[in-house]
């Protein structure tokens, strides 16, 4: 009876490979640091009971749950010209230890429909064990190169994007420029970049308008990054203000553009940038990741 038993859910999960006709149904919620996805089970055969056939749907959706959940990690952008997959091809220990990260990723819920499949919700973290895998590893005060081209594209020739992992922005002292500094102490930074189409990634950057970055992976302690992400999204600016992670005091500022392959970098003023390098230099808010970004 038990290898009978094991040979019925072998062809369950035979029956879920080849029978994923269902349309996706994934996301990423940048707002909780989450990706979940939602799939459909049904057994493929006629089952000894009711309490097996349930146990075999609720297998099937939790593998096409968990393919889907694959491809939308696969999509994940991690900076402005790298996605997840392309680590995933880069690397057989990246891939290996992405794909043991879904495999056992936590089934959320599970609800038998009229028609006797079960819908399975299935979710991962994007920080903690996924972050460490995938964080640059770039450290304060790392090696400097020339500053990334940050002018509107219809002003400029289209120039290559940098490879994955290379430095492109400079950290070399900006002459200051006169801006009116914030008053109090400062807990956290917003940066208002709705209208501008800019996309979230696990590692975005921020540059001044001469293309020196003023924030990125370099500014930032890895073990705050690995735990609660670069920086944290929202849909509208009192959202961001009003979020935690930013406390009671952030300095806010306004994106003039995006830049980079993926749009997830934002150049902002020379103003701004002088006022929040001097900010930095102060205060810890950047180097603990206090920073949110609106998006549209």
Not at 168 to 194: C, N, R, T
Not at 209 to 215: A, F, H, L
Not at 252 to 273: F, H, M, P, Q, Y
Request: net charge negative; aromatic share 4%; charged share 20%.
């Amino acid at each position: 009876m038990l290898h009978h038993f094991r040979m019925i859910i072998a062809l369950a999960v035979l029956g879920c490979v080849i029978g994923l006709a269902a349309p996706a149904a994934a996301q990423v919620d940048w707002d909780k640091g989450r990706i979940t996805a939602v799939g459909i089970g049904t057994s493929p055969m006629k089952a000894m009971s009711s309490a097996q056939r349930r146990a075999m749907a609720l297998r099937c959706g939790t593998i096409d749950a968990r393919r889907k959940l694959l491809e939308t990690v696969k999509g994940v952008q991690i900076d402005s010209v790298t996605r997840v997959e392309d680590y995933m091809v880069s690397s057989d220990r990246v891939e290996s230890r992405i794909n043991g990260m879904l495999s056992h990723s936590q089934i959320l819920g599970a609800r038998e429909m009229d028609d006797g499949s079960v819908e399975v919700t299935v979710g991962m973290n994007l920080h903690g064990t996924l972050a460490e895998l995938l964080m640059p590893m770039e450290e304060p005060g790392s090696a400097t190169n020339a500053p990334v081209n940050t002018a509107p594209a219809q002003s400029r020739q289209v120039e290559p994007e940098p490879l994955a992992g290379e430095q492109v922005a400079s950290l070399a002292p900006v002459d200051p420029i006169p801006a009116q500094q914030p008053s109090g102490e400062v807990s956290g930074l917003v940066v208002d970049a709705s209208g501008l189409g800019a996309r979230p990634a696990m590692s975005p950057r921020l540059y001044d308008e001469d293309g020196n970055e003023v924030y990125g992976a370099r500014f930032v302690s890895r073990e705050y990054a690995i735990q609660q992400g670069m920086a944290g999204y929202a849909k509208d600016a009192q959202s961001a203000l009003d979020n935690p992670r930013v406390g009671g005091n952030p300095h806010s500022i306004k994106a003039l553009r995006v830049a980079g392959k993926a749009r997830t970098d934002l150049v902002i003023s020379n103003e701004d940038a002088a006022v929040l390098r001097t900010l930095a230099a102060n205060e810890d808010f950047l180097e603990k990741c206090r920073v949110m970004i609106v998006l549209d």
